[in-house]
T-cell receptor, first 114, second 116 residues
Framework: DARVTQTPRHKVTEMGQEVTMRCQPI?????VFWYRQTMMQGLELLAY????????DSGMPKDRFSAEMPDATLATLKIQPSEPRDSAVYFC????????????FGDGTRLSIL | AQTVTQSQPEMSVQEAETVTLSCTYD???????LFWYKQPPSRQMILVIR??????QNATENRFSVNFQKAAKSFSLKISDSQLGDAAMYFC????FGAGSYQLTFGKGTKLSVIP
């Protein structure tokens, strides 16, 4: 089965450090999403791309977060500088180009900022 | 903006019994999609079932079925013959219909425990 691959699976780092999370979408999928999951807020959309172009990043704190798709097989989410409140599970999902097609999620990156 | 509400933070069911998880949503749109996702302790998000709002027939996938009440904006998930592997967080999600409407709006989730 094709899967969305996220790395790393876990990340522990100190406040102020740069964090980079990577995602390899399913081959052929042209939409990529970044979600953040916390106990308090649940699952929130941070950003998404279609055909590598950012369509919406309104859910993302712009001063410290950035999301890119350098090519069709790689999406990145960076936090610089990281803060303890960024601790969460970050999911990447990919899907086809139509709204009736389901999104397929990666296993997430559990991020802990000390 | 659309909102999705899951009013049951936790539920439990006896193995082999049936359980229903509730979901309501708020939207002004007439066409949209609804989903149930399962998140076991492994953290993976797994699509359980999907419903198109323009279809009157309720979706079914093996032991999983939905009761979609469009006028009431209700989308409940029924799990029949519950198994230990069904224990997980279940999330209801909404997606608009049409070009550019790709993102999911999630409810806060219901934690389902299955009692042997």
């Amino acid at each position: 089965d094709a899967r969305v691959t996220q790395t790393p699976r876990h990340k522990v780092t100190e406040m102020g450090q740069e964090v980079t999370m990577r995602c390899q979408p399913i081959l052929g999928h042209n939409t990529v999403f970044w979600y953040r999951q916390t106990m308090m807020q649940g699952l929130e959309l941070l950003a998404y791309f279609r055909n590598r172009a950012p369509l919406d990043d309104s859910g993302m704190p712009k001063d410290r977060f950035s999301a890119e798709m350098p090519d069709a097989t790689l999406a990145t989410l960076k936090i610089q500088p990281s803060e303890p409140r960024d601790s969460a599970v970050y999911f990447c999902a990919s899907g086809g180009g139509y709204s009736n097609q389901p999104q397929h999620f990666g296993d997430g990156t559990r991020l802990s900022i000390l | 903006a659309q909102t999705v509400t899951q009013s049951q933070p936790e539920m439990s069911v006896q193995e082999a019994e049936t359980v229903t998880l509730s979901c309501t949503y708020d939207t002004s749109e007439s066409d949209y999609y609804l989903f149930w996702y399962k998140q076991p302790p492994s953290r993976q998000m797994i699509l359980v079932i999907r419903q198109e709002a323009y279809k009157q027939q309720n979706a079914t996938e093996n032991r999983f079925s939905v009761n979609f009440q469009k006028a009431a904006k209700s989308f409940s998930l029924k799990i029949s013959d519950s198994q230990l592997g069904d224990a997980a967080m279940y999330f209801c999600a909404y997606r608009s219909f049409g070009a550019g409407s790709y993102q999911l709006t999630f409810g806060k989730g219901t934690k389902l425990s299955v009692i042997p």
